[in-house]
């Protein structure tokens, strides 16, 4: 595991793929762990994440926690179920799963972040494009809803005003992989992810 500000009481989990490993960044501090670490150097940022995770395995990084409590937990998960095709049905188990799993080891404080509009990315040709974008919205909605039943944040890389700038700047806020986000990428998502965690408290900037 990357565990950043070792040692502190206070701690908060990381999980599910490269978007929340922090892959496209150009330096650990400015991906969203290393973003959050450096706004709350007392609290403890342990990360679990693993490239190329599908949602079935963010349960598996979360067991890893061994009993362990958290302030809490980010999970970050769904965009390669959407460029693998992987069953709607199973995706939205296996979430299920693994919020039930994070309310339990973090006294129900748990983000769901998710990285909607991967079709956006550069790297996908034109003809496959439509067909990954409604994917994309297929599972981003499914996210938000079940953010929704559970009662916490979900919180979306792009807004729908911005996905257009986006796409126009791709060069800007992807990777050159054309898939992940960049250092500017990860920045725009981490802004809206402090905006919310301020909103919420949470307790980590008492």
Known sequence: PHILNEGKEKRVL??????????????????????????????EVVNYAVNGSLTKDVMSQLK??????????LISTGGNDVWRFTNLRKVRKDLYKAIM???????????????NYVALGPAFPFFLRGAIMRRGEIIDAMFLDVAQQFGIEAVE???????????????KYFAADGIHPSSEGYRVWYARLWSAIYLHNYGLHD
């Not at 926690?65 to 809490?72: E, I, R, S, V």
């Not at 080891?105 to 972040?113: D, E, P, V």
């Open 64 to 73: 890893r926690a061994d009993g362990k409590k958290f302030n809490l937990v």
């Open 14 to 43: 990381i999980v599910g793929d490269s978007t929340a490993f922090g892959t496209g960044a150009s330096r650990v501090e400015e991906t969203l762990a290393g973003r959050f670490a450096h706004d709350f150097p007392d609290v």
């Open 101 to 115: 799993r994070a309310q339990e080891i973090s006294n129900s404080k748990t983000i769901l972040l998710i990285y």
């Open 157 to 171: 890389v792009f807004s729908r005003e911005q996905q257009f700038s986006f796409t126009r700047n791709s060069h």
